[in-house]
């Protein structure tokens, strides 16, 4: 494997978890939380975003084993109580992340059909379909609904109160720990159902520009 596209990929994942955060962070102040920004997170500065493990080192080790890359930062600190809208708020915090990883996968994979990037070979087109792929690795990875993973948020929008009580309690207690372990423990199935829902989305782009 060349180190330059080691490298490409690096630079792509950092992009990639920065914008994700930072959608979080913009979302949450305009609907009235201003949490984010005085805790210096409505940056692009990634020392303020990045979490050595969960940032890189997992998703650069996804990558070099050939499985979806998927991961994430430092969550953006967001105050429920400030928010416009209650819970329906949350959910909307909490999706602008993942929404921002589709959109920049969709992006790409547009442009680079426009212009005729994924007809040539070589390393602009792997970088490209690899910015696409990471992007939609995190999309999938983050809306999967077990606390504190975003997907968790916006089902906590829809779930009667008593499921509410319980997600609570999972993230107060497990945390990231619940994710890490969904990540050894089913690091097979996790990876068979995410490279599934990638590669629909995949044909659903190429139907979009009619390949």
């Known amino acids: 494997m060349q180190i330059g596209m080691v490298a490409a990929v690096l630079v792509m994942i950092l992009v990639s978890v920065i914008l994700h955060e930072l959608a979080h962070g913009l979302v949450a102040y305009a609907l009235g939380d201003t949490t984010a920004k005085e805790n210096g997170r409505l940056t692009l500065n990634p020392l303020k975003h990045l979490d050595p493990i969960t940032s890189i080192l997992i998703p650069v080790i996804m990558y ?10 430092k969550p953006v600190p967001v ?5 416009k809208g209650g819970a329906w708020g949350m959910a909307l915090v909490a999706a602008a992340g993942p929404l921002t990883n589709f959109l920049l996968a969709l992006v790409a994979f547009l442009i680079s059909n426009a212009t005729g990037v994924l007809d040539t070979p070589g390393f602009l087109r792997v970088a490209v379909l690899n910015f696409v792929m990471i992007n939609l690795g995190f999309f999938v990875f983050n809306i999967i609904p077990i606390p504190p993973l975003d997907g968790s948020r916006i089902l906590y929008a829809l779930a009667p109160d008593g499921a509410r009580e319980v997600m609570e309690r999972i993230e107060k207690t497990a945390g990231i720990w619940l ?7 089913f690091s097979s199935a996790l990876s068979w159902l995410m490279s599934g829902a990638i590669t629909g989305i995949l044909e659903f782009f190429m139907m979009l520009v009619g390949r």
Request: glycine share 18%.
């Open 64 to 73: 070099v084993m050939g499985g979806p890359v998927f991961g994430g930062a």
């Open 179 to 185: 994710v890490f372990a969904l990540i050894l423990v």
């Open 79 to 83: 105050d429920s109580r400030r928010l």
